[in-house]
């Protein structure tokens, strides 16, 4: 199984709602990543979660929660939105951290904030 | 810090030609390389990598070699098809650890081929 699955794929939410998105993989990875991908643009890094510990936090703004419950799931939590966080939001996952091995990505999820 | 340049396009093709999308980087040490591709309203899929000086990677018919001398990846294709149209991404993974730092994306290339 070579595959990273993401849902839902379509969210519509307005500014004060919370909701969460998920990811999963089964391909035994240890690094998993949230990713935002405006449109027209390519992905920017959010958060790296390296054997379940965030790793790297790219200054995101705190309305975005990430949670590792385990090695193959990982989630993204959406509270207090701006319009502008509309986007694509793509989670991968890569053998482990080391620069050589190949991300894989799941299909997105299509966010619009209201 | 580390950076990707591509050519952004859109680069228009006739099918059966061939394609060529120049990739340079700029990285501390021996970075490695990649080339995803996204077509419309799909995530990113891994189209071929390099890990290491000289090595070529190829796949689907596309091919690149990691080029130090010249900082290069420039993606090729002998003959495209329709099927190609979507966005091209260069990416690196930087000597600090990839999965450290994400991957560090050119803009992208919109590829348009018509027949």
């Known amino acids: 199984d070579t595959e990273v699955t993401q849902t839902p794929k379509h969210l519509v939410m307005g500014m004060t709602n919370k909701k969460s998105l998920k990811c999963e993989q089964h391909m035994g990875h240890r690094a998993m990543y949230w990713y935002k991908q405006k449109a027209k643009k390519p992905p920017e890094l959010m958060f790296v979660?390296?054997?379940?510990?965030?790793?790297i936090n790219e200054s995101v703004p705190s309305r975005f929660s990430p949670e590792c419950p385990n090695s193959s799931l990982l989630n993204l939590h959406l509270h207090a939105l701006q319009p502008e966080d509309s986007a694509l939001y793509l989670c991968?996952?890569?053998?482990?951290?080391?620069?050589?091995?190949?991300?894989?990505f799941g299909p997105g999820t299509r966010l619009t904030v209201l | 810090g580390d950076s990707v340049t591509q050519m952004e396009g859109p680069v228009t093709l006739s099918e059966e030609a061939f394609l060529t999308i120049n990739c340079t980087y700029t990285?501390?040490?021996?970075?490695?390389l990649f080339w995803y591709v996204q077509y419309p309203g799909e995530g990113l899929q891994l189209l071929l990598k390099?890990?290491?000086?000289?090595d070529k990677g190829s796949n689907k018919g596309f091919e690149a070699t990691y080029r130090k001398e010249t900082t290069s990846f420039h993606l090729e294709k002998g003959s495209v098809q329709v099927s190609d149209s979507a966005v091209y991404f260069c990416?690196?993974?930087?000597?600090?650890?990839?999965?450290?730092?994400?991957?560090?994306f050119g803009k992208g290339t919109h590829l348009i081929i018509q027949p």
């Open positions: 990416a690196l993974s930087g000597v600090s650890g990839g999965g450290a730092d994400g991957l560090t």
């Open positions: 991968a996952s890569s053998q482990d951290e080391l620069r050589y091995n190949e991300q894989f």
């Open positions: 990285a501390t040490g021996y970075p490695s």
């Open positions: 979660y390296s054997y379940e510990k965030l790793s």
């Open positions: 390099a890990t290491k000086a000289d």
